[in-house]
């Protein structure tokens, strides 16, 4: 039996007549009421994935969107910018946990967006650690087909695992020297169990050589959740994808409420250059097309760390006026030691005229004044610690959580931290009034026309619950 027979017949089976179907000059998906599947294929009949389902980690136990659990009624429409969409409404048969799934194919580009919405519909609250807006596991017959990828390009979390190239058939490189952050944990295990499995964050790329077609899975926003990709290539041309958009382990979804994934992507092109330069114009798109340049500037901490005043960043910026200025450098950013403490952002000491006032000698000298902060840190010895211990991050029995980019607990430098430092939890509405009010300090009275926010990944990210159970780290 020649190629085109094969083709057609697997066409016919990943594309029965009772299927829902939308199209475009590149791909065609379809939706099968009957099994509750979605299925792919190039718009010449090549299959790219077959099985998908989406699904939910309640309380970490995983529940697809399968025909098992659910009865479907789905609409074709068409998104603001006239792409083609296909809308999936599940009723839960359990009366738990209802969804609403959206396709979308772009018009102009070879990518499929999926983005799936749950909705609790009994009456109390119901803890979930995760969604996942596509989930292709061959060992439950799903499978993603694009086996001639031997590569991945991952993405990492953090400066020290900036992301790398790894061979999909050697072991995943755990990030050093810390390790996983302490946000954004996959609940969904049954992938990462095998060493073979790599992991991303936000999105990954499959390819071979950069001569040859390319495909990148990621998120094209993150607003409500963390996005983590997984993928493990079996024999043939067949892989194991899941995307999983990670919550905290205290999220609360209350009765009647609703949790998004964001939307993931999968795009495609004929190298991995053009397929990342595809699924970032789809992140331009969906932030509404914003333009700006690169910050340029001189920001002190590479040079003298955490110790300077206010006489050596001004120094600096008149030589930057002077000698750098008429190249383009624009700011004169401060960084870390000006503060009091974590939680006290006042000038120190070394600050002696105040922070206002160097603001308006940056700006005597035609540049732009930046500074650093870290608000959501709280350190023992501040006045938020001492006066509103309501207002930080709290753990199961109520007690305040320590936070830090120690590796875990089981260090001398967690044990021997001094001073030990606490979380600010921006759900509580007098913690909320207190950040907004340090920023429009910042912006409005001082002048800094550039605030630079630093260590959430190991405070907001990395938060097990909030004040409000109903708050996800991203939407913080």
């Given at each position: ?16 007549a009772q299927?829902?179907?939308?199209s ?9 009421k ?60 359990n009366?738990?946990l ?5 396709i ?16 609790n ?34 993405n ?48 990954i ?24 990709l997984?993928?493990?290539?079996h ?37 991995v ?33 955490d ?27 401060i ?38 902060i ?33 590796p ?22 007098d ?41 996800s780290?991203?939407?913080?």
């Amino acid at each position: 039996m020649n190629k085109p027979v094969i083709l057609a017949m697997l066409v016919l089976l990943l594309f029965p007549a009772q299927a829902q179907q939308i199209s475009n000059s590149f791909y065609k998906v379809q939706f099968d009421k009957k099994t509750g599947q979605l299925s792919g294929v190039t718009i010449s009949g090549e299959p790219l994935f077959s099985g998908a389902v989406n699904a939910i980690l309640p309380a970490g136990n995983l529940y697809t969107s399968e025909s098992k659990n659910y009865r479907y009624k789905t609409t074709q429409t068409a998104d603001s910018k006239g792409n083609p969409m296909l809308v999936i409404y599940g009723t839960d048969k359990n009366k738990k946990l209802d969804f609403t799934q959206q396709i979308t194919l772009f018009n102009n580009l070879p990518a499929i967006g999926l983005e799936v919405v749950y909705k609790n519909v009994t009456g109390k609250s119901i803890n979930i650690r995760s969604l996942e807006p596509l989930r292709l596991v061959q060992q439950n017959g799903d499978m993603l087909f694009f086996g001639n990828a031997e590569k991945c390009l991952t993405n990492g979390a953090m400066y020290y695992d900036a992301g790398n190239i790894q061979y999909l058939s050697k072991p995943w490189i755990r990030p050093e020297p810390y390790g996983e952050t302490k946000g954004g944990v996959i609940s969904d295990t049954l992938l990462t169990a095998n060493p073979l499995t790599a992991q991303s964050w936000w999105n990954i790329s499959l390819f071979d050589d950069t001569e040859k077609p390319a495909l990148t899975a990621g998120y094209l926003l993150n607003a409500n959740t963390l996005g983590r990709l997984q993928v493990l290539k079996h024999d043939g041309n067949q892989l194991s994808l899941v995307a999983e958009s990670v919550l905290n382990p205290g999220f609360m979804l209350k009765s009647g409420r609703e949790i998004s994934s964001d939307q993931l992507v999968l795009v495609t092109d004929e190298n991995v250059y053009k397929a990342n330069q595809n699924y970032a114009s789809l992140m331009q798109e969906k932030m509404d097309n914003p333009t700006c340049s690169v910050v340029n500037g001189w920001c002190n901490w590479f040079y003298t760390m955490d110790v300077f005043s206010e006489n050596e960043i001004l120094e600096n910026a008149v030589f930057a006026a002077k000698n750098l200025k008429p190249y383009g450098l624009e700011y004169i950013q401060i960084d870390e030691g000006f503060q009091t403490t974590h939680g006290d952002w006042q000038g120190n000491q070394r600050f002696p005229h105040g922070l206002k006032w160097l603001c308006d000698s940056i700006k005597s000298l035609g540049l732009k004044p930046g500074i650093w902060i870290a608000p959501f840190v709280i350190s023992e010895n501040s006045e938020v610690y001492k006066n509103h211990p309501d207002w930080l991050l709290k753990d199961k029995t109520g007690q305040p959580v320590r936070i830090g980019p120690w590796p875990s607990e089981n260090t001398d430098w967690y044990r021997n931290e001094t001073p030990k430092r606490y979380g600010l939890d921006l759900t509580h509405p007098d913690a909320e009034k207190w950040y907004t009010t340090l920023i429009n300090t910042l912006a409005n009275r001082w002048g800094f026309e550039m605030i630079k926010v630093d260590f959430v990944a190991w405070t907001v990210f990395s938060a097990q619950q909030f004040y409000n159970p109903g708050a996800s780290p991203a939407q913080v």
